[in-house]
């Protein structure tokens, strides 16, 4: 197969436009949909734009990173800055970190870690172990955003980057339609607007396919934790994952249809519904509800706050 551009040995087959690409003109492409996603997502106002980064040590936070600090990396009003969460997750979150250090290392980039244990006194080990019917990502979830707008506000972060690429944004699109909740769709990433106590985030890769993420970050040579978590098996993600792989065989470039309609659809709805951002009663965390998501699992009262 022949690069369309210029002749070369193609590295990639693009399915949905029926188009292929050289080493040199898919690392171009990529790079390209990633500064376009910036401007759409970034505002540049400030004498110093400050960026948190989320990694995991994966393959789309480690490229994040990576890109970012590739195009804004010499810009003199934006600081850049990573940091990683850890759930307490034995055999998988330390080679994640060790990873995400190694990284942060090579780029020169600022890397923070807070845990589980530190913030909640527990882990997600535990959380499974006493809990064996739960379903692990339902209870990570909550944590692990509360704690990315934690270490965000920590870093004096005006936007939060996150390693979601497109499959994983059709996901969450398609999860938000089956369950008919307009207004968890509304408040989606990319943010525009400032909310009070909530680092807006960002999804630099958000048009990129998860393919193209594997293949850019093997180009470049981005070493990244290759370890899955043990937890994902039961998530119900995986079911929009089978129905959207399917729907992108039959249909290619049906995922970028899902996040167009999505796009759409939000910017009809979102100044109208993206403002009932409020403050946990207890913990004081940005929360849709009287109390946030983590609170309630942990069914805390006026009573029984203080001792959780």
């Given at each position: 197969?022949?690069?369309?551009?210029?002749?070369?040995?193609?590295?990639?087959t693009y399915r949905y436009n029926g188009t292929s690409a050289c080493r040199e003109h898919f690392m171009q492409g990529f790079e390209k949909r990633v500064r376009q996603e910036i401007r759409k997502q970034i505002v540049f106002r400030k004498p110093k734009t400050r960026i948190s980064v989320a990694i995991s040590g994966g393959k789309d936070s480690s490229v994040t990173l990576y890109i970012l600090k590739k195009i804004l990396g010499e810009r003199k009003d934006v600081v850049l800055s990573a940091f990683t969460v850890d759930e307490g997750i034995e055999g998988y979150r330390d080679s994640g970190l060790k990873a995400s250090i190694d990284?942060?290392?090579?780029?020169?980039?600022?890397?923070?870690v807070k845990s589980y244990s530190e913030v909640f006194g527990t882990t997600m080990d535990r959380v499974v172990k006493e809990d064996p019917d739960t379903i692990p990502c339902a209870r990570c979830g909550p944590m692990r955003r509360e704690l990315i707008n934690e270490l965000s506000r920590i870093q004096e972060g005006d936007y939060?980057?996150?390693?979601?690429?497109?499959?994983?944004?059709a996901q969450s699109v398609l999860m938000n339609v089956v369950r008919g909740d307009l207004k968890k769709m509304s408040r989606m990433a990319p943010h525009t607007t400032e909310k009070e106590g909530l680092v807006r985030r960002i999804l630099p890769l958000r048009k990129i396919p998860e393919k193209e993420v594997v293949v850019y970050a093997t180009l470049a040579g981005i070493p990244f934790?290759?370890?899955?978590?043990?937890?994902?098996?039961?998530?119900?993600?995986?079911?929009?994952?089978e129905i959207l792989q399917k729907l992108e065989e039959r249909s290619p470039g049906a995922k970028f249809g899902?996040?167009?309609?999505?796009?759409d659809l939000r910017s009809t709805i979102t100044s109208e519904v993206y403002t009932d951002i409020a403050?946990?009663?207890y913990c004081g965390a940005p929360t849709s509800a009287?109390?946030?998501a983590v609170c309630s699992k942990k069914r805390i009262t006026p009573d029984n706050f203080e001792l959780s």
């Open positions: 197969m022949e690069c369309t551009v210029c002749g070369k040995k193609a590295v990639y990284l942060c290392r090579s780029l020169g980039i600022r890397h923070d939060v980057a996150l390693g979601l690429n497109l499959d994983d944004y934790d290759h370890s899955w978590c043990p937890y994902y098996g039961r998530a119900q993600r995986n079911t929009f994952r899902i996040v167009r309609f999505s796009d403050k946990c009663k009287e109390v946030c």
